[in-house]
């Protein structure tokens, strides 16, 4: 992969090597943390797809992540269904009949959850129910009760 590549889409230059691959804001991993296979892709193509190995496969431990805490737990949370056992993220593509386009898929798709993980969920502000709404609630609560005592039995006499 070239410096070229890198670069972030804005046009800017990157502030990191060309052994590393920028997944969001802060976010740079190495490159050989990254592992891909390819694999034969399905669909049309014609002979093309029964030669060429098209299907990319992405396979990345979490550790190697540089996410604060939180947030590798909110990727592990949003992405629990490509996690594996051995805590590895396994991203798969083969929506393009060229290895290179699924590869650069697979880094996007990546790049979608980090910067998922990276938003922080607002906290929740604690709410009171209106006075309405408690006096509905004990109105019912009385009515359901004086309902349930006529049923009891007298069972005194």
Do not use: Y
Not at 7 to 29: Q, T, Y
Request: with cysteine; proline share 5%; charged share 35%.
């Amino acid at each position: 992969m070239t410096h070229a590549e890198n670069k972030p889409e804005s046009g800017r230059s990157s502030a990191h090597s060309p052994g590393e691959i920028r997944l969001g804001v802060g976010v740079v991993v190495r490159e050989s943390a990254l592992e891909f296979t390819f694999a034969s892709s399905s669909g049309p193509g014609g002979q093309n797809v029964n030669r060429r190995s098209t299907k990319a496969r992405l396979r990345v431990r979490l550790e190697e992540l540089p996410l604060r805490p939180a947030a590798a737990r909110r990727l592990a949370t949003i992405a629990s269904g490509l996690i594996t056992d051995e805590n590895e993220l396994i991203i798969t593509c083969d929506t393009s009949r060229s290895q290179k386009a699924n590869r650069d898929e697979c880094i996007d798709r990546l790049r979608e959850l980090v910067a998922q993980a990276m938003v922080a969920p607002k906290p929740r502000k604690k709410t009171k129910p209106s006075r309405g709404a408690v006096e509905r609630r004990l109105k019912d609560k009385r009515i359901k009760s004086e309902r349930k005592s006529r049923r009891k039995q007298d069972f005194d006499g």
